[in-house]
């Protein structure tokens, strides 16, 4: 597991948007005759409401909401956008994007997919084009539409995947905080834990398919990915820390991908990460896939938790399995 040094990557800024539509679980309860409670999914999964899109809203349309929120607008640069929910198999999410903000620089749109993992995947990227290149600015999206891929009736994944998007924006010469170092890493599974059956290459939709609900998402062993959780991705994460020359201890505040509530808590106790040091806001927004620890990061930000002078540790991983980590540190005196 080695991790990518960063020299003059800065963050200039960070965004987020999340629908607004709020689902709570006796809604879904309700409206699929399901026979559940909505007080043991809170106490048990950690979650009382997520937030769904419009129906006529895509993954593009919330991106351009979380670009517009940033603080001086986007008018020219890379764009990598993280989607496991694109507006269409093509033309890519990013071109789509750029389209509707009206940019007419020729520099790249590319899509991403690394599922929860993948703004972490497109902030390498990101940060490797403008090493390498003259750009000065670059802006890392991820934007998810899970809302569409549930079975209302598969009481296993409608209570927690949502939709939302976030954004940050990259510059070479100054910024809130200095990128320090990343990490991306894939461990594919053969038994593909979580997976969506229908709808590419390998098994085309038909209205057979779609009438058997091949079309949504499935969570094939969800016990399996707890325990990768609990144990591959802890030690990942103190390889990673020591890989980088610092230690656990060296970090003010921890972002996880916001998969589950009662997991992040697990994750950060097992780390010896306290309660404040971490941002757990899945219990309102749900799981995202990749847009949902930008989502985190950017609340945590807005809400004061992260300060001048603070490390910043990103971690997230994604079914694949992908695994995605991003070490910040805040500037002394940046102001929001």
């Known amino acids: 597991m080695e991790v990518n040094f960063h020299k003059d990557i800065y963050l200039e800024d960070l965004s987020y948007y999340v629908p607004e539509r709020v689902v709570t679980n006796q809604e879904i309860i309700d409206a699929n005759s399901l026979k559940m409670k909505a007080d043991w999914l809170s106490s048990r999964v950690g979650i009382n409401e997520r937030r769904w899109a419009r129906a006529d809203q895509s993954a593009s349309d919330l991106a351009v909401e979380a670009i517009k929120r940033l603080k001086r607008p986007f008018t020219a640069g890379a764009l990598f956008v993280s989607t496991i929910s694109p507006d269409f198999l093509t033309p890519s999410t990013a071109s789509v994007i750029k389209q509707k903000l009206g940019l007419t620089d020729s520099l790249p749109g590319i899509d991403m997919s690394a599922a929860c993992a993948g ?88 209205s057979e398919s779609v009438a058997s609900g091949r079309q949504f998402i499935r969570m094939n062993d969800g016990a399996k990915i707890v325990d990768a959780t609990n144990t591959q991705l802890v030690d990942g994460i103190r390889s990673a820390v020591e890989k980088s020359g610092s230690k656990i201890e060296d970090y003010d505040f921890f972002v996880f991908h916001q998969g589950n509530g009662s997991i992040i808590r697990a994750v950060a106790k097992t780390l010896g990460v306290r309660e404040d040091q971490t941002w757990v806001c899945f219990d309102r927004f749900g799981n995202s896939s990749s847009a949902s620890c930008g989502v985190a990061f950017g609340e945590a930000f807005e809400r004061g938790a992260i300060h001048a002078g603070s490390r910043v540790l990103l971690v997230a991983m994604g079914a694949g399995y992908h695994v995605g980590m991003a070490s910040f540190s805040f500037t002394e005196g940046f102001k929001k």
Do not use: H, N
């Open 119 to 206: 703004q972490i995947f497109a902030l390498e990227q990101a940060a490797f084009r403008m090493s390498a290149s003259k750009d000065s600015d670059a802006l890392v999206v991820a934007t998810e539409v899970r809302s569409r891929y549930l079975d209302p009736t598969d009481r296993r994944t409608v209570f927690l995947f949502a939709d939302a998007a976030s954004c940050w924006r990259l510059s070479r010469t100054s910024g809130i905080a200095k990128l320090d170092w990343t990490l991306a890493q894939t461990r594919a599974s053969e038994d593909y834990e979580i997976l969506v059956p229908g709808g590419g290459s390998k098994e085309p939709l038909t």
